[in-house]
């Protein structure tokens, strides 16, 4: 069974940095492209931050980039995503989703391109 568990969001100021954690179980994280993905309320899900299995390279929404970093520890089978500078319009919650094989930089944005997912972890920014 697999299974993907985010941690880390919470409250905090705009300015502020929170780093969220997904740890998988059942799946080796390094076989898979994985993605973060974040939906505010009344807004459609959209990527944060993604990566393509086999060393790819990271890519990040252009909202975020230079905020925000991807990590991985593949010793722990976990990913994360190092947020700084938070904004409010960062305020969503956040979920990390998973799967097997490369997808091409295109699918990797598109959150059906993914087989598993995680219950999120909600990150609020206050102003």
């Known amino acids: 069974e697999v299974q993907l568990v985010e941690s880390g969001g919470g409250l905090v100021q705009a300015g502020g940095s929170l780093r969220l954690s997904c740890a998988a179980s059942g799946i080796a994280f390094d076989d898979y492209s994985i993605g973060w993905f974040r939906q505010a309320p009344g807004k459609e899900r959209e990527g944060v931050s993604c990566?393509?299995?086999?060393?790819?390279?990271?890519y990040y929404a252009d909202s975020v980039k230079g905020r925000f970093t991807f990590s991985s520890d593949n010793t722990k089978n976990t990913v994360y995503l190092q947020m700084n500078s938070l904004k409010p319009e960062d305020t969503a919650v956040y979920y990390c989703?998973?799967?097997?094989?490369?997808?091409?930089?295109?699918?990797?944005?598109?959150?059906?391109?993914?087989?598993?997912w995680g219950q999120g972890t909600q990150v609020t920014v206050s102003s």
């Open positions: 990566i393509s299995n086999n060393g790819g390279s990271t």
């Open positions: 989703a998973a799967r097997s094989g490369p997808l091409l930089l295109v699918s990797l944005w598109v959150p059906g391109g993914y087989d598993y």
